[in-house]
C-alpha cells in the first residue's frame, strides 16, 4: 500500500491524504482549517501500514548544510535546481515539519519519498488544465480517473488532486516507473 500526501501550513486546512482502499478506488481526506495537520496526518496513518508514503513537501536542506563545499548553495538542492522547484529554505517551518514527520514515520518502517505533483504534471504529453481554476478541477479529475483507471471522489481543491497526484508518484515509485531528480547525498525528488 502507498499514500500520497499534499503538505501545507499547520493550521492551513490544505493538508490532504490520499490512499487506496479496497474495491479498486482512492479515498482522499483534507484536512480542516484551525486542525493541526501533522496530528491529522498521523491520525490517519495509524493503524495504517504503508509500504511508500509520498510527500509533495521537502525532505532535506541543501548539501551546504552538511558539508563544506567549494562554491556552496545555501539556498537549492541540485534537484530543485534541475526541477525549478522553491527553496526548502523559502518554505522553512513547512520543511522541518516534513523532515520530523519522514523521520517518524521511518522509524515506524515506512519508506518515505519527497514527490513533486508539478514535476509529474510537466513531464505527461497531453494533460487538461492544472491548478489553474476551480472549474479546472472536474476535466483534471476526469483525467486522472482515465489515466490509473480508478474511482475518485468528488476533488474540492488542487491540494486534493495534488495528493492524488503524489499518491500516483507514489504508485510510480513502487513500480519502479517513477523517475528521481537530484543528487542521492542531497536528497531526491520523484516524480
Not at 49 to 62: H, N, R
Not at 96 to 113: I, P
Not at 125 to 150: D, G, I, N, R, S
Request: aromatic share 10%; charged share 20%; net charge positive.
Amino acid at each position: 500500500m502507498h499514500i500520497g500526501i499534499d503538505f501545507g501550513a499547520k493550521l492551513s486546512g490544505t493538508t490532504a491524504i490520499c490512499m487506496g482502499v479496497v474495491g479498486g478506488r482512492l479515498e482522499v481526506t483534507c484536512s480542516k482549517k484551525g486542525q493541526d495537520a501533522d496530528l491529522f496526518l498521523n491520525a490517519a496513518l495509524k493503524g495504517k501500514a504503508p509500504a511508500t508514503v509520498c510527500i509533495d513537501a521537502p525532505l532535506s536542506l541543501p548539501l551546504a548544510y552538511r558539508q563544506a563545499q567549494r562554491v556552496p548553495d545555501f539556498f537549492y538542492r541540485e534537484a530543485d535546481r534541475q526541477i525549478k522547484a522553491m527553496s526548502p529554505l523559502f518554505l522553512g517551518g513547512l520543511t522541518a515539519r516534513a523532515c520530523r514527520l519522514a523521520h517518524e514515520w521511518s522509524k515506524q518502517g515506512f519508506s518515505v519519498f519527497e514527490g513533486y505533483p508539478g514535476g509529474l504534471i510537466k513531464s505527461l504529453k497531453q494533460v487538461p488544465e492544472y491548478k489553474t481554476t476551480k472549474a479546472a478541477l472536474p476535466p483534471f479529475q476526469a483525467f486522472l480517473e482515465t489515466t490509473l483507471q480508478t474511482s475518485i471522489p468528488e476533488l474540492n481543491s488542487w491540494h486534493e488532486a495534488d495528493a492524488v497526484l503524489a499518491w500516483w508518484i507514489g504508485s510510480r515509485i513502487e513500480q519502479q516507473a517513477a523517475t528521481s531528480i537530484g543528487n542521492p547525498n542531497e536528497g531526491l525528488i520523484w516524480i
